[in-house]
């Protein structure tokens, strides 16, 4: 994270500690403190999303949701390729932020909730949300309104943590958890998901041809080596094992 967070935190909601906390960020300078992952973190997931492109097949001018925007970094690229995008933040202040970041005139940025956004139904023709889900309290919902606002066809690309890597399994054996109190309950600060578990949920909600795979989230000092973590990846029990992240692709059926 961009700066250091107390082990535990009272809040009303979920919701609220997030909020608050990336509505600070927003008078961070940069894309990725903003965002609150280090530069390396931003990096790395911006890489496997931008790898992933190509295979979504999107056409030219294509209308796409950013959920869970941030500063604005995938809505920019997006734009840049011709791609007209909304950038959707829960925190108010980060939207304003990403606004005026951003010059392009196919992009633009509102606030608003991921389980009830404010866009008719078959909307868009793709979503990609990277770094949201850690955040949510009824991700099942959220789930819900990205596949009512995407177009029949449309696809999804998304990004969240893995609850079967070796270090947050550790960390939750050895109490290790950041956690936050929650109207007087404990919780973790992080929500972490089984990736097959996630898959059969966004099943159940009502996508097909769900594809999923590790993203590698390691410190800098392990670039020289990034190839081989590729290699390392590709085996799926080993890609659970060790990657921070994991992403998912979906479509709309038609």
Known sequence: MSKPLPPRRKTSSREAYWREMFNDFSALESDHAISGWSPQGLS??????????PSLNLKPGALVLDLGCGAGAYSRVLGEA?????????????????????????????????????FADNLFDHVVCIGLFQSLHKHREAMAEIHRVLK????????TLNRRNLKAVLDR???????????????????TYDPKVFQDELAEVGFIDLNRRPVQIYPEWLNPVSTVIDLWSRVPALGDLTARSFMITGTKPP
Request: proline share 3%; with cysteine; net charge positive.
């Open 173 to 191: 054996k050895l109490g290790r958890e950041e956690i936050i109190v929650v109207e007087g309950q404990s919780q973790a600060r992080l929500n």
């Open 82 to 118: 011709g791609f007209r995008v909304t950038g959707v933040d829960y925190a108010w202040l980060v939207a304003g932020q990403a606004r005026r970041r951003t010059t392009l005139k196919n992009v633009d940025f509102l606030s608003g909730d991921a389980t009830c956004l404010p």
């Open 44 to 53: 790395l997931r911006m890489k496997s999303y931008v790898q992933a492109l």
């Open 152 to 159: 029949p066809g449309g696809v999804l690309c998304l990004i």
